[in-house]
T-cell receptor, first 111, second 114 residues
Framework: GQQVMQIPQYQHVQEGEDFTTYCNSSTTLSNIQWYKQRPGGHPVFLIQLVKSGEVKKQKRLTFQFGEAKKNSSLHITATQTTDVGTYFCAGGRDSNYQLIWGAGTKLIIKP | DAGVIQSPRHEVTEMGQEVTLRCKPISGHNSLFWYRQTMMRGLELLIYFNNNVPIDDSGMPEDRFSAKMPNASFSTLKIQPSEPRDSAVYFC????????????FGEGSWLTVV
């Protein structure tokens, strides 16, 4: 079936270090969305990528969508304590309402 | 603007009891989703409604689970009888129809079945 694999499951970083999470789909996607869930909170939409090779930035966050529209990444530069949480990717398909969710990457800032 | 509103926020119930979770989607959204999140299984889609009609309930675990959407502004997810393995966070979410539509989540209902 359709799957979106997301790695790593966890990433521990020192504050100020960079963080990256990767998603890979078994099928071509029409779009990919990224969500952030703070501890104890609910997933909150961050961004959507639609075009092949698209790159979008939000301050220290950089989102990429692969040329084949099968993979995506989220990179955070110089992490801060406010970045703590779980980052999910979710892939959409043209003919299907349903988003295929990655398992999430939990960002943990080492004290 | 009000987001997706869920109630109760927290519920602790005994095994065998009926649990009803409620959701009010964002006004104007015609798609509604019920998700379940656990540490073991992550985020799982239980059921999807479009224009108040259940389109896909393949994620509903078993007959103990049922969901209704009697109108555009209200949905319920019912578990009867509840079991300890149903303990999870249940999220309701809504969106405008269409592939790739952004999904807006409620704050979740934290269910503990003892």
């Amino acid at each position: 079936g359709q799957q979106v694999m997301q790695i790593p499951q966890y990433q521990h970083v020192q504050e100020g270090e960079d963080f990256t999470t990767y998603c890979n789909s078994s099928t071509t996607l029409s779009n990919i969305q990224w969500y952030k869930q703070r501890p104890g909170g609910h997933p909150v939409f961050l961004i959507q990528l639609v075009k092949s090779g698209e790159v979008k930035k939000q301050k220290r966050l950089t989102f990429q969508f692969g040329e084949a529209k099968k993979n995506s990444s989220l990179h955070i530069t110089a992490t801060q304590t406010t970045d703590v949480g779980t980052y999910f990717c979710a892939g959409g398909r043209d003919s299907n309402y349903q988003l295929i969710w990655g398992a999430g990457t939990k960002l943990i800032i080492k004290p | 603007d009000a987001g997706v509103i869920q109630s109760p926020r927290h519920e602790v119930t005994e095994m065998g009891q009926e649990v009803t979770l409620r959701c009010k989607p964002i006004s104007g959204h015609n798609s509604l989703f019920w998700y379940r999140q656990t540490m073991m299984r992550g985020l799982e889609l239980l059921i999807y409604f479009n224009n108040n009609v259940p389109i896909d309930d393949s994620g509903m675990p078993e007959d103990r689970f049922s969901a209704k959407m009697p109108n555009a502004s209200f949905s319920t997810l019912k578990i009867q009888p509840s079991e300890p393995r149903d303990s999870a966070v249940y999220f309701c979410a809504s969106s405008q129809q269409g592939s790739g539509a952004t999904i807006y989540f409620g704050e979740g209902s934290w269910l503990t079945v003892v």
